[in-house]
């Protein structure tokens, strides 16, 4: 059984998705959440992702979260760096999926609040000589909630 819901928001000037996940988030409808989440990322051009974990309860596996971790690195854009913000209940599935991406060339980390997601993703688009993504992160962010309210 999961009800997820997702606040959408955009950072950086337009370059990050910012998502807060809430309620209870089953594996049953976790792969499908993430495709989602992957299409919105991809649509809108966003050049880094911060999710943030601590309103959420995961209810699955750790074998489970490991096929979530699999699916973002096959589906997502090479290179697009991910903050993962989390609180100590959800420490081990948030250092399991970080290694994993890590593991496969994708650029990961865990934090224990936003604003340090935040800085370490600007960091990431400093290294990689990005200033931001779209003009009007306002509008951004509303192609993104309307793509995940559309597909969900």
Same mark, same amino acid.
């Given at each position: 059984? =999961?009800?997820?819901? !997702?606040?959408?928001?955009? +950072?950086?000037?337009?370059?990050?998705?910012?998502?807060?996940?809430?309620?209870?988030? +089953?594996?049953? *409808? *976790?792969?499908? #959440?993430?495709?989602?989440?992957?299409?919105?990322?991809?649509?809108?051009?966003?050049?880094?992702?911060?999710?943030? !974990?601590?309103?959420?309860?995961?209810?699955?596996?750790?074998?489970?979260?490991? %096929?979530?971790?699999? =699916? !973002?690195?096959? #589906?997502?854009?090479?290179?697009?760096?991910? *903050?993962?913000?989390?609180?100590? %209940?959800?420490?081990?599935?948030?250092?399991?999926?970080?290694?994993? @991406?890590?593991?496969?060339?994708?650029?990961?980390?865990?934090? =224990?609040?936003? $604003? =340090?997601?935040? #800085?370490? @993703?600007?960091?990431?688009?400093? $290294?990689?000589?990005?200033?931001?993504? *779209?003009? #009007?992160?306002?509008?951004?962010?509303? $192609?993104?909630? +309307?793509?995940? $309210?559309?597909?969900?």
């Amino acid at each position: 059984m =999961s009800n997820l819901t !997702y606040e959408v928001s955009v +950072a950086l000037n337009g370059a990050a998705l910012c998502v807060t996940l809430g309620g209870v988030h +089953a594996y049953d *409808a *976790a792969l499908t #959440d993430q495709k989602r989440l992957v299409e919105g990322v991809k649509q809108n051009g966003f050049k880094v992702l911060l999710m943030d !974990y601590r309103p959420c309860r995961i209810m699955h596996e750790l074998e489970e979260y490991g %096929r979530i971790a699999d =699916s !973002y690195c096959a #589906d997502l854009p090479e290179g697009l760096p991910i *903050a993962f913000v989390f609180s100590p %209940r959800q420490a081990a599935r948030v250092i399991f999926m970080t290694r994993r @991406l890590e593991e496969a060339g994708r650029p990961a980390h865990g934090f =224990s609040n936003v $604003r =340090s997601g935040l #800085d370490w @993703l600007q960091s990431c688009l400093d $290294r990689q000589g990005e200033l931001g993504g *779209a003009p #009007d992160a306002a509008v951004q962010a509303e $192609r993104a909630r +309307a793509h995940l $309210r559309a597909v969900g």
